[in-house]
């Protein structure tokens, strides 16, 4: 067998596999697990308030009293029962579905995996905000798309610069496939779109012939009582939403969906078939259950007041710990909080120094195709108490003077952070 001695097989790989890397939030995971290791990085959701004692009798009802289908082969598309309740879940952000057009994945990083699946080509451009999640760029390069990622500011995705790119690569002759948006509370940046450029930015994809993957996995987590309408609502023809219950349930049951229009929904069953042949029917029946049997809007409130007081935990920490010039957004939901440095920092060299501080983040770099990103990192603020990451954020704050102190002795002058949180220049006006 040819190839080299660390890796004897090398010569035999697909030519795609290239472009699979190591997540940098993976392994982060091992380190932040440590008990003395604050850990700002994992989106982990706070389990520890669910009903798990209730939960228990419901899963061993569910085996006694119905496991010869619970454990099971399925439908490739996904329980019945269970694609009508998210059917309805879907309902609270307008959108109006039937249960035939859903499918169901284990987890919406499966159903992200499966749309690139039947879009993409090599060398197809997938369009992306900057930054954005680190799971759909991991799937995005295992495909051989090529990313080209798309200005935020604070309210979201920048109209401007998504026309900007759309033209550079029909110029160019690229094909571009889908848009790729994180609409509310954004991972990482912890943004949410406008409203008002919603419509905006779906008029201008659905123009130029471009698919829009609505990825909405906090949609439900905002910190007021409201929920923002979805783009799906308002564009079902040209709009294939994906959720998940991983965050506002229960991550380890992995059950995800995608809502898309009937002819990409038949190709999405094929291709899930051919993947998993179902996903689970337990894991399945237990959210049915869950849905149909708990309280789950009020869990789902608890959950927002829970991450609230955390989100304000880490704005307080921020701005009593962090350098002149650091920048943040500011979330109004979700999980995240998105710092930028000013220059001079690299959030990549520093992270062995931050855990050895015990504190754990994840640098800007990971959420990047192109490299940017350096003097970026994400926050989480989902799991840790408040008093853990007043904590976290301070040891944080040590971290980053020294690197100060060695900046100031080897001469390097440090520039000032813009003023724009996240990290580019300041934003025109919006006025869409």
Not at 6 to 19: C, F, I, K, S
Not at 227 to 252: E, H, Q
Request: charged letters at 20%.
């Amino acid at each position: 067998m040819t190839g080299n001695s660390l890796d004897p097989y090398v010569a035999h790989y697909a030519v795609r596999t290239q472009g699979m890397r190591a997540s940098a939030i993976r392994a982060l995971f091992a380190v932040a697990s440590r008990p003395e290791v604050v850990s700002l990085a994992g989106g982990m959701p706070y389990l520890q308030s669910l009903p798990l004692d209730a939960l228990a009798a419901e899963a061993s009802r569910l085996i006694a009293e119905d496991g010869t289908v619970a454990l099971q082969y399925g439908s490739g598309q996904g329980i019945p029962a269970l694609r009508e309740q998210i059917c309805q879940i879907m309902a609270l952000e307008g959108i109006s579905a039937h249960p035939d057009d859903v499918v169901v994945t284990v987890g919406s990083q499966m159903a992200l995996d499966l749309v690139t699946r039947i879009f993409c080509d090599p060398g197809d451009v997938v369009l992306a905000e900057a930054p954005s999640y680190v799971g759909a760029l991991s799937v995005f390069s295992a495909y051989q798309a090529q990313v080209v990622h798309v200005a935020m500011d604070d309210h979201g995705l920048q109209p401007e610069a998504l026309a900007a790119a759309i033209a550079s690569a029909q110029d160019a002759g690229r094909a571009i496939k889908f848009l790729y948006t994180i609409p509310n509370f954004h991972n990482p940046a912890g943004v949410t779109l406008s409203l008002e450029r919603r419509g905006v930015i779906a008029e201008m994809c659905r123009s130029a012939g471009i698919a829009i993957i609505e990825d909405n996995p906090y949609g439900l987590l905002g910190f007021d009582d409201g929920v923002n309408r979805a783009i799906r609502a308002d564009d079902p023809d040209n709009v294939i939403y994906l959720g998940s219950f991983s965050k506002t349930f229960a991550p380890g049951l992995r059950v995800g969906w995608a809502l898309a229009p009937h002819a990409v929904r038949e190709k999405l069953v094929l291709a899930n078939e051919a993947t998993t042949l179902n996903p689970p029917v337990f894991n399945q029946m237990m959210i049915s259950a869950y849905l149909s049997g708990f309280d789950w809007k009020s869990q789902i409130k608890a959950y927002r007041q829970t991450y609230a007081v955390r989100r304000d935990a880490m704005l307080a920490a921020l701005e009593a710990h962090m350098p002149g010039g650091a920048t943040w957004t500011v979330p109004d939901g979700g999980f995240y909080v998105w710092l930028t440095l000013p220059e001079g920092f690299d959030t990549t060299a520093m992270l062995p120094r931050a855990v050895s501080e015990r504190v754990a983040y994840v640098p800007g770099t990971a959420f990047y195709a192109d490299g940017f990103g350096t003097r970026q990192m994400r926050l989480s603020f989902c799991y840790p108490t408040p008093e853990r990451i007043t904590e976290g954020v301070r040891r944080l704050g040590v971290v980053l003077e020294r690197e100060m102190d060695v900046m100031r002795t080897f001469g390097t002058t440090l520039q000032p952070g813009t003023r724009h949180a996240l990290g580019a220049s300041a934003p025109a006006p919006d006025t869409a």
